[in-house]
């Protein structure tokens, strides 16, 4: 067995990910809003102070001749660090703004992060297209399918650079992964069992009251239908996230976390299209409260000559993700109880794999591990990456295409749950259900006259 070591991983990993993922493709015809040279300044925007979207900016000011500009939030008590933490670092402070537009209308602006809830992900991403800026937007990308079509038709219309917070897609494990499966040494995959199984505890209504004075509730609802403001919907303090649980702002666990593990799946058995059928089981099974996603659900995909499973749970304490010594060591998880690991299974061998560092091994029948690649986080990569090719015109790691089918496959298992437990047969050109018109309304949202989804990008 050929050793991987530590200094071989980290050769691949800051170098030549790009290239191994999309062949260093240039997009032709591609105009910034300015000509960047290598060594310009690139000027960003951030649109959602909250925690994870301080964590993505934080990251990419830390890649070389970045700055801020603007942060905007309509939470007025959001993002006053990350402001301080700029005016340190870049000698001045980035103005606050609550209309994400008067970012889209700077000239100066190259790009924005956009970690905003995941209602606001696609709308914002259309419009800083169609204003000419490039893009970085955390997963899940989407709401709904339809809004993945018209994210991709805006970024190709545009000829926009638009990164998907989907980090894995820049970790060497993953196409070092593709590689050993496509070299036939596992023999023909025939069964692909992904599993989310986190913890987390049941949610509780509270009433509908005024709205604090530090929130513009409307514009936090955007797209999404007009409901008095809750706090059991968003969260109107500094942290918290209970628009997790309702429909119209999230798809549940399985798009907040488990979509890193089914696109880290997708990219190691090839990046496959759309599945042939999808049969999602589950519901409120463990808290029996009152919030709308799921705490349980179990999956099924058919892509026609391999199944592909998905367990997500929000109940589970006892399995836990990857911890630092994995992700940053010559260590694998304890796999039979890492909540996000990826089982492989051909018809020789079987490989588990493990996401944001987790890396991946292959067993023989006799329990023998045969082959191996360590992993490491790839957050700061999927960010260097992004302003490289901000610079370069060239795909990011995170393409549209492939954030798009693997959205898909979280929306999919969502709607077989939403109407009652039904396995559901798609066709892939036509993004419609075969066999179910309910199914097929959950398709497409009815968004508010001024926040609606354009047709035409």
């Known amino acids: 067995m050929k050793e991987i070591t530590r200094k071989r991983f980290l050769s691949q990993s800051g170098k030549g990910i790009a290239g191994a993922a999309l062949g260093g493709v240039v997009l032709s015809g591609v105009t910034p809003s300015r000509v960047l040279g290598a060594n310009d300044r690139v000027v960003l925007g951030l649109i959602g102070a909250g925690g994870r979207g301080k964590v993505d900016a934080k990251g990419l000011a830390e890649q070389e001749n970045v700055e801020f500009k603007y942060v905007c939030d309509v939470n007025d008590l959001r993002g006053h660090d990350f402001i301080k933490d700029m005016k340190e670092k870049q000698g001045y402070a980035p103005k606050r703004v609550i209309e994400m537009r008067d970012i889209f209308d700077d000239k100066d602006v190259d790009g924005v992060l956009i970690a905003t809830p995941e209602h606001w992900h696609a709308l914002a991403s259309i419009w800083a297209c169609q204003a000419g800026k490039d893009v970085y937007v955390e997963k899940c990308p989407t709401l709904t399918i339809h809004e993945g079509r018209k994210m991709v038709e805006a970024v190709r219309k545009y000829k926009r650079i638009l990164q998907i917070g989907t980090q894995n897609r820049s970790g060497a494990y993953g196409y070092s992964a ?78 907040d976390d488990g979509s890193h593990v089914l696109d880290l799946a997708r990219l190691a058995i090839g990046d496959p299209g759309q599945p042939k ?85 292959v067993y023989e029948e006799d329990g023998k591990v045969v082959d191996f690649d360590y992993g490491y986080k790839p957050d700061k990569v999927h960010e260097k990456n992004f302003i490289d090719c901000i610079r370069s015109r060239k795909d990011p790691n995170g393409v549209v295409e492939q954030g798009h089918l693997s959205a898909c496959v979280v929306h999919l298992a969502n709607i077989s749950l939403r109407v009652g437990n039904k396995q559901l047969y798609f066709d892939a050109e036509k993004e419609r259900f075969t066999n179910n018109e309910e199914a097929n309304k959950l398709l497409k949202l009815a968004y508010r006259e001024k926040f609606r989804i354009p047709e035409r990008v």
């Open 277 to 361: 059928s999808v049969f999602c089981a589950g519901g409120r099974i463990a808290y029996k409260d009152e919030r709308e996603t799921p705490d349980v659900q179990s999956i099924i995909y058919d892509y026609g000559d391999f199944a592909m499973t998905m367990d997500c749970t929000e109940c589970i304490p006892y399995n836990k993700k990857s911890n630092n010594e994995v992700r940053y060591g010559d260590k694998f998880p304890y796999w039979p109880q890492n909540s996000t690991r990826i089982e492989i299974y051909g018809t020789k061998r079987m490989m588990y794999l493990g996401r944001h560092g987790g890396g991946w091994q």
């Open 178 to 255: 593709r590689e050993y499966i496509q070299s036939g040494k596992l023999g023909k995959v025939v069964m692909v069992k992904c599993y989310n199984t986190l913890n987390g505890g049941p949610w509780s209504p509270k009433p509908d009251q005024p709205a604090p004075k530090t929130l513009d509730w409307d514009r936090w609802l955007g797209p999404a239908p007009y409901v008095p403001f809750n706090p059991g919907r968003c969260s109107s303090g500094a942290r918290g996230r209970g628009w997790q649980q309702h429909w119209n702002y999230c798809g549940g666990q399985l798009a």
